[in-house]
């Protein structure tokens, strides 16, 4: 079992640029999360998925971030354009979706992205 | 609003000492705790939770709900305890499975 499965790792931009993260999450979990994590701080959730209806996009700012999850599977985070305060971890997360708040949530490995 | 705090960004210790990681959380509801950790170089994971009241790597973690605290434990360190250990707060209606985290501390456990 690979687990979450994150590209690119690492990502450096110019700012003003797009740019985008692709997420493949466990099989069969129908929950798929997206974090951000900045440097020195805990991961704070993007927006969550539920099969292929997002369900929790409160905290996604949407002038410039868009994510999509055709066919409720793969996933993709989308910045345009990117901003110097845009450079962090993006994580992704999938979880079963059966247990509400104690579902287990795993993680992918992160994509690092460094806007200059 | 939910919150999550972890007053020590660095904690550091001798092998064989006890260690606390101190969380405390504000929630106005039934809150599902959860301890993260992650290893050098390696993706960030679930440790414990509350509910299965369960002891992984002989770590174990109390919910006190009048003092608002989920402070993780164990009696003696191993070196390879060393990593980043998050707290982590789920529940309620709007939020659903929405994690907050606090901010981590980091565990050194000097040989």
């Known amino acids: 079992e690979a687990g979450v499965v994150q590209s690119p790792r690492y990502k450096i931009i110019e700012k003003k640029q797009p740019v985008a993260f692709w997420c493949n999450p466990i099989?069969?979990?129908?929950?798929l999360y997206w974090y951000l994590q900045n440097l020195g701080q805990g991961p704070e959730l993007l927006i969550r998925?539920?099969?292929?209806?997002?369900?929790?996009d409160s905290q996604l700012p949407k002038d410039r971030f868009s994510a999509e999850r055709l066919k409720g599977v793969d996933s993709t985070l989308k910045i345009q354009p990117a901003e110097l305060g845009d450079s962090a971890v993006y994580l992704c997360?999938?979880?079963?979706?059966?247990?509400?708040?104690?579902?287990?949530?795993?993680f992918g490995p992160g994509t690092r992205l460094t806007v200059l | 609003a939910q919150r999550v705090t972890q007053p020590e960004k660095l904690l550091s210790v001798f092998k064989g000492a006890p260690v606390e990681l101190k969380c405390n959380y504000s929630?106005?509801?039934?809150?599902?705790l959860f301890w993260y950790v992650q290893y050098s170089r390696q993706r960030l994971q679930l440790l414990l939770r509350?509910?299965s009241r369960e002891s992984i790597k002989g770590f174990t973690a109390d919910l006190n709900k009048g003092e608002t605290s989920f402070h993780l434990k164990k009696p003696f360190a191993q070196e390879e305890d060393s990593a980043m250990y998050y707290c982590?707060?789920?529940?309620?209606?709007?939020?659903?499975?929405?994690?907050?985290f606090g901010e981590g501390t980091q565990l050194t456990v000097n040989p």
């Open positions: 997360a999938s979880s079963l979706g059966d247990f509400g708040p104690t579902d287990t949530q795993y």
């Open positions: 099989s069969g979990h129908n929950t």
């Open positions: 998925y539920e099969n292929e209806e997002a369900v929790d």
């Open positions: 929630y106005s509801g039934s809150p599902e």
């Open positions: 509350h509910i």
């Open positions: 982590a707060l789920s529940g309620g209606e709007t939020s659903g499975s929405r994690l907050t």
